[in-house]
């Protein structure tokens, strides 16, 4: 019997944040099915959505933050900071958490840290190969740091367990039927030995790739394109500009704004084009799928490159510069067509690195029923 009777997830802004906490929020639920389990987050992103589509309470915290980078917005965060720590404080007086569990997001910052100076217990999942900012401060005063990569940087080793990150249960799941999502998602037959290429840019959709992969398919043959259906995923208000890339140079494809069920588009995938956020990567790891990784350039501290390297450096990926996607990925693409055993090969790479067992880990660890967190192979 667990001696945590409620717990609160902080997460927010993306999927990348969000996804994995409800993965460590299901696997605590059916560990312990009486925990009772809220997550805080803010109005900014489609948090709320994904939590109240996952079956569980979202509290809003309304932040002050102004995202940006200039001197002023920097200040103006500054000054908001005493405000917004009041708010985090008020949620934790009328929520009485027995664990906070931070897991990125602008909203994870104050909520574990008023949590953590109250002695209230605390732990943070860091996803990327390089922490952000707030969760190397956050580092410092929590009870526990859950990380994604084997060899994350920055963070303090003593409190530090590698168990991977989390993954959706669904997603998991094989679901689908090959054949029914094969044509569903090419708008016509094709034959069976068709290359399924799935292109996605992470919740929030990529621009580049909406915009330079309607080139790169135009730079292949007519034969090579026969061989290929594609399914691209725009990202949120993406949808009538990629549509009409794809147009203007005359390729074939489903486009649609978002993908519900993730899970059923990695089964029906041969080769995925997408960023390297950590949540992708434990996605098609899980999923045993081939990649070509398209690291987002502006992510901090260049973290999505560290995170495709560490993929590509097991045999699982090819990476390709965010300028360069027009002009080396027809090239890859002809080469993956003519030496299908390429992407047999970096698929069960994919396979061999994923670690499925992480969310029930994660919440084994946090519930304190388990000694697994003693185990020498995960502790970094």
């Not at 061989?227 to 009409?244: F, M, P, R, S, Y």
Request: charged share 20%; hydrophobic share 45%; proline share 4%.
């Amino acid at each position: 019997m667990s001696s945590i009777r409620k717990v609160l997830f902080a997460a927010g802004g993306t999927g990348g944040h969000v996804f994995p906490a409800i993965a460590v929020a299901d696997a605590m639920k059916k560990i312990c099915p009486d925990v009772e389990i809220a997550f805080v987050g803010a109005a900014h992103g489609n948090e709320s959505n994904w939590v109240k589509n996952a079956g569980y309470r979202f509290i809003l915290l309304d932040l002050d933050f102004i995202k940006g980078a200039s001197l002023g917005r920097k200040i103006k965060n500054i000054l908001a900071l005493p405000g917004v720590a009041r708010k985090a404080g008020h949620i934790l007086d009328e929520e009485k958490p027995d664990l906070v569990i931070g897991a990125g997001g602008y909203v994870s910052g104050p909520l574990v840290a008023v949590a953590a100076w109250r002695k209230i217990q605390t732990a943070i999942m860091e996803q990327n190969a390089i922490p952000g900012l707030t969760n190397r401060i956050l580092s410092r005063h929590v009870d526990k740091i859950f990380t994604s990569f084997e060899h994350t940087e920055k963070l303090p080793a003593s409190k530090t367990i590698y168990y991977g990150n989390p993954v959706r249960e669904k997603v998991l799941k094989d679901t689908s039927d090959k054949q029914a999502w094969n044509t569903a998602c090419s708008g016509k037959e094709v034959s069976g030995n068709a290359l399924h290429l799935l292109i996605f840019g992470g919740s929030q959709g990529a621009m580049k790739l909406n915009t330079d992969m309607p080139i790169a398919l135009a730079a292949l043959t007519d034969e090579e394109r026969d061989q290929i259906t594609v399914w691209h995923q725009a990202g949120k208000n993406k949808l009538e500009d990629t549509q009409k890339a794809y147009q203007e140079h005359q390729i074939t494809a489903n486009i649609v704004e978002f993908i519900d069920d993730m899970g059923a588009a990695y089964q029906w995938a041969d080769l995925l084009v997408c960023r390297a956020g950590a949540t992708s990567l434990a996605e098609i790891k899980a999923s045993a799928k081939a990649s070509i990784l398209v690291p987002f350039p502006f992510a901090a501290h260049n973290h999505q490159e560290k995170n495709a390297d560490a993929v590509v450096a097991i045999g699982a990926a090819l990476k390709v510069l965010n300028d360069d996607v027009a002009t080396k990925i027809p090239g890859i693409i002809k080469d993956l067509l003519s030496n299908p055993s390429k992407i047999e090969d970096m698929a069960k790479a994919a396979l061999a690195d994923a670690k499925p067992d992480a969310a029930a880990n994660i919440a084994k660890n946090c519930l304190g029923i388990s000694d697994v967190s003693a185990s020498q192979e995960n502790e970094k």
